[in-house]
């Protein structure tokens, strides 16, 4: 019998640059986050076909890469430093730049995705029989950075 070796989510960490990206950023952790999507990494496909193609069958190579977005979920606390407009999320969303951030993954040792993006969205919503909540989304810029210690 095979044993699993799933990785629960639980324990995985979002932290936000200080907007220095040309030398090592200082990250903060994100308060209250839920849930976290993506990214949702893709690459572009070239139609290479021509007429002495053979089979039938078109033929494709690599293209350029897309990093995607992450999504993500928090409970929304508009006075934490890193939800608010002074340093947090909502600084970023108003400046339009863009600024380093950092998944921390569940498995130890932790593995951990460095990235450039810009955060590009922000929804609030404030059910009556839930915690305040704001979707955030972030728009990534350039290569991730898979493997950052």
């Given amino acids: 019998m095979a044993v699993t070796t799933a990785i629960a989510a639980i324990g995985t960490v979002?932290?936000?640059?200080?907007?220095?990206?040309?030398t090592v950023p200082a990250f903060t952790t994100i308060a209250e986050v839920l849930?976290?999507?993506?990214?949702?990494?893709?690459?572009?496909?070239?139609?290479?076909?021509?007429?002495?193609?053979?089979g039938g069958f078109r033929e494709f190579i690599g293209g350029l890469g897309d990093a995607g977005e992450v999504t993500f979920d928090i409970s929304y606390v508009p006075s934490n430093t890193t939800h608010d407009v002074t340093a947090g999320l909502l600084k970023w969303l108003d400046s339009g730049l863009k600024t380093g951030f950092r998944v921390e993954w569940s498995d130890s040792p932790s593995t951990n995705w460095e990235f450039d993006a810009q955060v590009n969205g922000f929804e609030v919503t404030a059910a009556v029989d839930e915690q305040l909540k704001a979707s955030v989304t972030l728009r990534l810029s350039g290569k991730p950075n898979f493997d950052a210690t």
């Fill in 14 to 22: 979002l932290k936000l640059g200080d907007g220095v990206l040309s």
């Fill in 35 to 54: 849930s976290i999507n993506g990214p949702t990494l893709s690459r572009d496909q070239i139609d290479v076909t021509h007429q002495a193609t053979t």
